[in-house]
């Protein structure tokens, strides 16, 4: 009697094991435990700040009216492309002073705000172009300072 106990408790947690092992890994579950997997590997995202902070003149018919100082803060995908990014931090800022400067000249995004969604699409087209595409996830994007020049 002790014996077909045993042999049954055995072929129980054999089928239990196979049956949790076909459920994981072949069968419904499959596509959840891919899922709760790549949850777990996802690396951290890391922030870096574009410094110093970014001063953008701001021209009407001619005469500077305003200086905008702009914080940037880069959220990177992964850790991996921290040394590369900030390696090309100096190209990436003057590529996003230069479209800056250019997109602040539009009276669209003067109307729309600094901190519009066209601008910070624009950014984000940069940095993918500069550092390659998926690195740069997203951009914060925050007016500091605006400052009027003296007149003359």
Same mark, same amino acid.
């Given at each position: 009697m002790r014996i077909a106990i045993l042999v049954f408790v055995a072929v129980f947690l054999l089928l239990g094991g196979g049956g949790a #092992?076909?459920?994981?890994?072949? &069968?419904? &579950?499959? *596509?959840?435990?891919t899922d709760i997997f790549a949850a777990i590997n996802k690396p951290d995202p890391v922030f870096v700040s574009v410094d110093p902070p970014?001063?953008? $003149?701001?021209?009407? !018919? &001619?005469?500077?009216t305003h200086h905008v100082t702009m914080?940037?803060?880069l959220?990177? #995908? *992964?850790?991996?492309?921290?040394? #590369?990014?900030?390696?090309?931090?100096?190209?990436?800022?003057?590529a996003m002073l230069t479209e800056l400067h $250019?997109?602040?000249a539009l009276r669209l995004v003067r109307d729309a705000g600094f901190e519009s969604a066209l601008v910070k699409q624009r950014l984000l087209d940069i940095c993918a172009r500069e550092l390659g595409a &998926?690195? @740069? $996830?997203?951009?914060?994007?925050?007016? @500091? #300072?605006?400052? !009027?020049?003296?007149q003359r």
């Open positions: #092992a076909w459920w994981f890994l072949l &069968g419904p &579950g499959a *596509d959840r435990t970014l001063v953008i $003149s701001l021209i009407q !018919q &001619g005469e500077v914080q940037l803060n959220l990177l #995908a *992964d850790e991996r492309n921290l040394d #590369a990014t900030n390696r090309r931090m100096p190209l990436l800022r003057d $250019s997109l602040f &998926g690195i @740069v $996830s997203e951009i914060l994007l925050r007016e @500091v #300072a605006r400052h !009027q020049p003296p």
